[in-house]
């Protein structure tokens, strides 16, 4: 996947601008590891000083600048699917592993995004057919969320450079 975003200029562009998964933006707010050891790689950041990592080539994790993170999707093609899918993602976390309370909070914070970007749904389907996404089912990307958060998140701690634990998304 990152390296059919690397050739996407107008995905990697529209995922930068709209969906706030910039490719370009690799450095985090500090130096992390994961308490395990395994292996952490930087592939987006968002423009609130958020970091995507891929860990031991599988699960996406994200760090906020706050000191939270948490694995939000099993692999990176999932983790654009979350960004694509329910744009609003950030909104919807802490009402894990509630579905029905996920899907209330995507479905006002998704009318509150439409009101200030009243194309978002032609983008998010032009994304998800540039780089061959399928259909991108809110419902789905939802459930895939609160799996993550919930059964993923507690095996990949991330830690700090003086080792304090960041708090779970």
Known sequence: MLDRL???ARAAALLADVFDFDLTRLDPVEPVRLASGGELRVVAGDAAGGTFFVCDNGPVLYADSEGSAGIIATDLTAAVRLVVGVPTWHDVV???PDLDAMRA???SSYAEL???EPEIDRL???VAAELELGTVAAEDVLASLS???TGLSPEYLLLNENGDEYDRL
Request: glycine residues 0%; proline residues 0%.
């Open 94 to 96: 802490s009402d894990a």
């Open 114 to 116: 439409r009101e200030d």
């Open 124 to 126: 998010r389907a032009d």
């Open 147 to 149: 799996e993550c958060l």
């Open 105 to 107: 909070s995507f479905e």
């Open 6 to 8: 690397r050739r996407n």
